[in-house]
């Protein structure tokens, strides 16, 4: 599966921090480096909490931290 090869495999408070909390910039400079985003951002499409391939999910943007 593409999350055996995903940059963030252990770093999961980074991207689904409780309460939309997470670390946006740490959680897209993993992104950036990541071997499978393309495969991470289409599977965050649907997913309503956390960063997925770099932008955060659709409906949590409203709550996320903005970029610095």
């Known amino acids: 599966s593409w999350l055996d090869d995903a940059a963030c495999k252990g770093a999961t408070a980074i991207f689904f921090a409780e309460g939309q909390g997470h670390n946006l910039r740490a959680a897209r ?4 480096e990541c071997p ?3 495969e991470c951002r289409e599977a965050g499409l649907h997913e309503r909490h956390g960063v997925w ?4 999910a659709p409906s949590a943007a409203p709550y996320a ?4």
């Open 36 to 38: 499978v985003v393309a």
């Open 65 to 68: 931290p903005r970029p610095v």
């Open 53 to 56: 391939g770099g932008p955060v």
């Open 29 to 32: 400079a993993i992104c950036a």
